[in-house]
């Protein structure tokens, strides 16, 4: 599997492209949605960026605090980051908190915020899943040809499944679908319904938290903590988490 490429005596890395067009389509999906509701398009390019900033830090440090074994003997490789490693949970963390303390600094509605952000950033999701399958990472379990045949899952994906005379499981592939699937509702809900401010941050935790719960099952690869799959862990937390601002919305316990 080829996974870069040279251009000008520069090497590229299709991991890191497939960040930066998912960070790319998101920043024009976000802006657009903020101008619609009333906040200036350059308050939103600052959120982006430093919040992209905090996002891309805390997916790193996530990843290398549940693999310290191996990066406290390896620092350099810290720095790495075409190599794969960054955990979404980590960069969901560290960018929404950001993202509340600018709200809060700035009085707006940290709801709102999400709201707006949030549709664009499980689109760049399921775009930068596509880098895991060039570093071939992020896959499940050891599974037969026929079976991948019967899940329709395409032939140049299952040419790059094809890893030290074995098929695996795409697991990046089916969360990449299900990313893209989860977009396409939040648009239709957010344009089709007069919703509430936190319903879009409701159903992006709730969708992406039941799909990753699921796919993280059949991932070979997962961060461990006590023994237990922790983005399962987070997932869970993240589906309870939906659910309850779509409870207290419904009773009018937020306010705008």
Excluded at 119 to 141: K, M
Excluded at 193 to 212: D, E, F, H, P, Q
Excluded at 231 to 255: E, P
């Amino acid at each position: 599997m080829i996974n870069s490429f040279t251009l000008f005596g520069i090497t590229i890395h299709f991991y890191s492209l497939c960040i930066l067009l998912g960070i790319i389509l998101a920043y024009f999906i976000i802006t657009k949605e903020a101008v619609k509701r009333g906040i200036d398009k350059n308050t939103m390019s600052d959120i982006i960026f430093y919040g992209l900033l905090c996002g891309i830090v805390g997916a790193r440090l996530y990843y290398v605090i549940f693999n310290f074994d191996y990066y406290s003997s390896n620092l350099l490789d810290i720095f790495k980051i075409w190599n794969g490693g960054l955990a979404i949970h980590g960069g969901i963390l560290a960018g929404g908190l950001f993202v509340f303390f600018y709200a809060r600094n700035k009085k707006i509605s940290f709801l709102k915020l999400a709201d707006i952000i949030l549709p664009g950033v499980i689109v760049a999701q399921a775009l930068g899943r596509w880098g895991n399958f060039f570093n071939q990472e992020a896959y499940g379990s050891m599974v037969s040809l026929d079976l991948l045949h019967r899940l329709l899952v395409p032939e140049f994906i299952i040419k790059g499944m094809y890893i030290k005379g074995a098929y695996y499981l795409p697991t990046f592939y089916f969360e990449s679908i299900w990313c893209i699937l989860g977009f396409m509702f939040m648009i239709f809900m957010r344009n089709k319904y007069k919703i509430k401010v936190g319903t879009i941050t409701a159903i992006y935790l709730i969708w992406y938290s039941v799909g990753r719960f699921v796919i993280e099952a059949f991932r070979t690869d997962s961060l461990m903590i006590f023994g237990i799959k922790q983005a399962q862990v987070i997932s869970v937390i993240g589906i309870i988490a939906g659910v309850l601002i779509l409870i207290k919305k419904n009773r009018k316990l937020y306010k705008e």
